[in-house]
């Protein structure tokens, strides 16, 4: 699904390199690439390249292998550009900053407050 029913997710225009953006890993199935507007010294968005769910819950529920990818990329990333120490933010529902509705984590590491607290 993707926010405006027909046209694809800016994630997914990502995936098919439509729009340009910093990518530091990929798999068959899941993509990360630096946030435009980073809230940590380290935030990383990793994305599944489907654009099937819209959040965490639905991933979860629909595609639990493909969740634990998501998860297993993010750790390497942590592990890769912070030691391994990070905060995984997966938000759900406009109320709580989801902006854009395709499912996507943040990874977040160094320096990080309550203001790093990402929305997206």
């Given at each position: 699904m993707s926010t405006s029913g027909d046209?694809?997710?800016i994630f997914s225009r990502i995936v098919a390199r439509e729009i340009p953006a910093t990518i530091i890993a990929e798999t068959e199935t899941v993509i990360a690439f630096e946030d435009i507007a980073p809230k940590a010294p380290v935030h990383v968005l990793v994305v599944p390249k489907t654009e099937k769910y819209r959040n965490v819950v639905e991933?979860?529920?629909?595609?639990?292998?493909l969740l634990a990818e998501v998860v297993a990329l993010a750790s390497r990333i942590a592990d890769e550009r912070a030691g391994g120490e990070f905060r995984l933010v997966f938000n759900t529902g406009e109320?709580?900053?989801?902006?854009?509705?395709?499912?996507h984590a943040h990874v977040l590491a160094g320096g990080l407050g309550e203001d790093s607290l990402a929305d997206g």
């Open positions: 046209s694809p997710s991933l979860a529920a629909g595609d639990p292998a109320a709580a900053g989801q902006t854009v509705f395709h499912v």
